[in-house]
């Protein structure tokens, strides 16, 4: 028996949300098929019908072969004996879990779950939406001498730990690894603005960005050794580097090229507490806001 195909069978099947939504009921489910792989299921169901009606219906209760059934024309899957609603359902798997993977990487195994339950609750929310312009379509369709094409819908991956990402404390390795390949990627600048920057900021990061690239770096009080190395680095060839001290900036942003991020701690702490790194949209702004501070601050290096 195909395990993902029947959305219910492994080691456990676990409850993790559940909504109801115009005449729908809804639930979101963790299957554990085995040590290493789990799905994220969504199961949905209604008991309402459309008595006598042509056009679409939302399920097959009161014909059980009813053909033109919104669940499956959306491409969920008939089970008769759900043990998540406890009853019929209908199911869809939305996401595979490769469970060693999420385990070596708890930041990653926390934007994924985010991710699925907002999708989840989306869907939820709009699901009666979706059901009564279907319907509306098909009525218009049928009464035309025509009929919505049998053509199972297709979900969209799941991208998660781009945007936006969160770190309990103890995972400094995990957002050093982030920040250190969020800029490895420039083609043309890096900017750091970092109150309390030290060396680790030029020889953990700073020193892995490409040659040529242009390097700015804007603090406040810098730490240890961070003038001494921060001179040395600027003499390396093929580095464009330039340090300035402000005291009118606070926050903790990289820009790397056109994005720019934002961090709960400095640079050098990034993880040793819970902490986020988070990419911001309003890149034009900010970057006017950077220039504005740096072009009235203090050149150290």
């Known amino acids: ?6 959305g219910h069978i492994g080691l456990s099947n676990k409850k993790v949300e559940e909504a109801t939504s115009e005449n729908f009921r809804l639930a979101l489910s963790y299957l554990e098929k085995d040590p290493h792989t789990a799905y994220f299921v969504i199961h949905i169901y209604s008991t309402h019908y459309e008595l006598g009606s042509p056009y679409l219906q939302r ?8 053909k033109k059934n919104f669940l499956e024309r959306i491409g969920f899957t008939h089970y008769p004996s759900c043990n998540i609603l406890g009853g019929e359902c209908y199911f869809k798997v939305i996401e595979e879990v490769n469970k060693d993977q999420f385990q070596e990487n708890f930041t990653a195994h926390m934007q994924r779950n985010r991710i699925v339950y907002d999708r989840f609750r989306r869907f939820a929310s709009q699901i009666g939406d979706v059901y009564k312009k279907m319907r509306e379509i098909d009525q218009m ?3 035309a001498g025509f009929e919505l094409p049998w053509i199972e819908l297709s979900l969209s991956p799941i991208d998660y730990g781009k945007e936006e990402r969160v770190y309990p404390k103890g995972y400094a390795y995990y957002a050093y690894k982030d920040i250190l390949d969020i800029i490895r990627e420039a083609k043309n600048e890096v900017i750091v603005t970092d109150n309390y920057a030290d060396e680790e900021l030029i020889n953990l990061h ?4 490409p040659e040529k690239v242009r390097i700015r770096v804007l603090t406040k009080e810098p730490k240890g050794n961070f003038m001494v190395v921060a001179k040395k680095f600027k003499t390396k060839p093929n580095v464009d580097f330039e ?23 400095s640079v050098k702490d990034a993880g040793t507490k819970p902490t986020y790194l988070v990419k911001l949209e309003a890149y034009d702004l900010l970057k006017k806001a ?10 150290l290096v």
Request: aromatic letters at 14%; charged letters at 25%.
């Open 59 to 66: 399920s097959n209760i009161g014909a059980s072969k009813w």
């Open 290 to 299: 950077f220039d504005e501070i740096w072009s009235k601050a203090s050149p």
């Open 243 to 265: 340090v300035r001290k402000s005291m009118e900036w606070h926050d903790r942003w990289v820009f790397v090229d056109n994005g720019c991020w934002v961090m709960g701690q």
């Open 141 to 143: 369709l049928f009464n």
């Open 1 to 6: 028996m195909d395990i993902v195909g029947e």
């Open 206 to 209: 700073l020193e892995k960005i």
